[in-house]
């Protein structure tokens, strides 16, 4: 399934109603934020390639603290639907269910590292710190340092560093003057050599 930029409401377009035994969709192309809002306060999850979903899971209002999930798409993102037959197929092989258990596990160790990156009292610490993280999984080395392919705004970064946009504007600014953290392009960002 294609799913172009912009909001999504996983659960309102082409997918059934009912998913009894779905594994999930899993994330082929693409760049998407799942963006969790609490008593006004947000933050956001950097999905992409190799995500499992699963957005009928989600705990909308039916829990003491009321919490609200929603979904933007950052880049045009197309998603394999892993139904019932799916995994009815997939149990002849289990190397597929423990490579998609690896990846669910790999999405919780890196919101467990989003957590820690608020822990910082610095704006730039945090900064650095999410575009080391984000450089791990999607960073392409290069001469000059390693280039991050990824379409993040102010507002993204600061749903994931936990910090208020203009925080953000301002301390990415400072890392952009002393040559740290570069924007390239809309789509492109450069973490130099000596900031790494």
Do not use: Y
């Amino acid at each position: 399934m294609w799913v172009e930029a912009g909001r999504w409401e996983p659960l309102a377009g082409d997918l059934p109603a009912c998913f009894d035994n779905w594994v999930g969709l899993l994330v082929l192309d693409g760049l998407l934020v799942r963006e969790v809002e609490i008593n006004g306060l947000r933050c956001g999850e950097l999905l992409g390639p190799g995500d499992v979903l699963r957005p009928w899971d989600e705990d909308d209002g039916a829990a003491l603290l009321e919490c609200h999930t929603s979904w933007r798409v950052l880049e045009p993102t197309r998603v394999a639907l892993l139904d019932g037959n799916f995994a009815r197929r997939a149990c002849a092989w289990p190397t597929v269910t423990t490579e998609l258990l690896q990846r669910t596990l790999r999405r919780s160790r890196a919101q467990s590292i989003l957590l820690a990156i608020t822990q910082a009292r610095r704006a730039d610490v945090r900064l650095r710190t999410l575009f080391a993280h984000l450089a791990d999984r999607w960073g392409r080395v290069t001469p000059e340092g390693i280039v991050l392919p990824l379409r993040l705004t102010h507002t993204v970064i600061a749903q994931l560093t936990g910090l208020r946009r203009p925080s953000v504007s301002i301390s990415l600014g400072e890392l952009e003057r002393t040559g740290e953290i570069i924007r390239l392009s809309k789509n492109h960002w450069l973490i130099a050599h000596k900031a790494t």
